[in-house]
């Protein structure tokens, strides 16, 4: 089974950028779907992007879309979220999450191992 690592969130002002990684160990990632979603303080862990597993396919939640960008290197075993134009209500922890079966990308419940999390804070 993969392990998964997150890494990159800090805090930046309103309108920069963060580049998120995920670092997997423990079996390729190249056998599993990733997704990024994000949980801010009080509120439920939502979508944010998804890859398939070549990288050919993605798919953003609408609130990200044009903004956020995801990518991974299997090669590296690492898959990455670029942040661009942040806001300050994106303030959150950001997971990376696996799935080896098809289908859904959205739902949380659908992936099957995920990572500690990693703090992204906007300030305004």
């Known amino acids: 089974q993969v392990q998964l690592v997150e890494s990159g969130g800090g805090l930046v002002q309103a309108g920069g950028s963060l580049r998120l990684s995920c670092a997997a160990s423990g079996r390729a990632l190249s056998t599993y779907r990733m997704g990024w979603f994000r949980q801010a303080p009080g509120k439920e862990r939502e979508f944010v992007a998804a890859i398939s597993r070549g990288g050919t396919n993605r798919d953003y939640a609408d609130a990200v879309k044009g903004r956020f960008t995801i990518n991974r290197d299997n090669a590296k075993n690492t898959v990455y979220l670029q942040m661009n134009g942040l806001k300050p209500e994106e303030t959150a922890v950001y997971y990376c999450?696996?799935?080896?079966?098809?289908?859904?990308?959205?739902?949380?419940?659908?992936?099957?191992?995920w990572g500690q999390g990693t703090q992204v804070t906007v300030s305004s």
């Open positions: 999450a696996a799935k080896s079966s098809g289908g859904d990308y959205v739902t949380e419940a659908s992936y099957d191992i």
